[in-house]
């Protein structure tokens, strides 16, 4: 989860941001297309808006979890269980739990000052289709729940 500050928040807050990022994900999602392909230094300003509001709903969201206001998902508790199971689990490990199977991902997070390295991984789990293919449903789930996770900067939040 991401850092926790001392304001409480209301659901009419998430309400709020629900209603503000709607349209930022379709630009987004435009703009994400439209520089498919492409290498190099790329000036994203609505992908960088629609994180940024997706960043703080996940705030929202987590403060409201802690205030015990909203239920904990199905994705945190299962990769909390998880989590604690696989302690040592590798990238791309696959893990069967309660007849699903889970693949082991990480992702950098936080590199170093000369871009080169990684000081910081993010670690999460999916959950696999029957196909072997990962679960659209779980994946867009994990991006709400933790957008930093997907951001990758040479310094801290």
């Known amino acids: 989860m991401s850092k926790s500050n001392d304001t409480l928040h209301v659901i009419s807050e998430l309400n709020a941001i629900n209603e503000q990022l709607i349209p930022l994900k379709e630009i987004a999602d435009r703009e994400r297309a439209s520089i498919y392909g492409l290498t190099g230094m790329v000036y994203t300003p609505h992908i960088d808006t629609y994180m940024q509001v997706s960043i703080k709903k996940a705030e929202i969201l987590a403060c409201l979890k802690r205030q015990k ?6 994705v945190e508790l299962i990769t909390t269980a998880l989590d604690s ?21 990480f992702s950098p997070l936080k590199l170093s000052k000369s871009g080169k390295s990684v000081q910081k991984w993010a670690k999460f789990w999916l959950l696999l289709l029957s196909d072997e293919k990962i679960n659209p449903c779980w ?3 994990v991006r709400e729940i933790w957008p930093t996770y997907f951001l990758i900067r040479t310094v801290d939040l």
């Open 85 to 105: 199971l696989h302690k040592r689990a590798k990238n791309n490990a696959i893990v069967e739990y309660k007849g699903n199977n889970y693949q082991r991902r």
């Open 69 to 74: 206001i909203m239920p904990l998902s199905e």
């Open 139 to 141: 994946n867009n789930q």
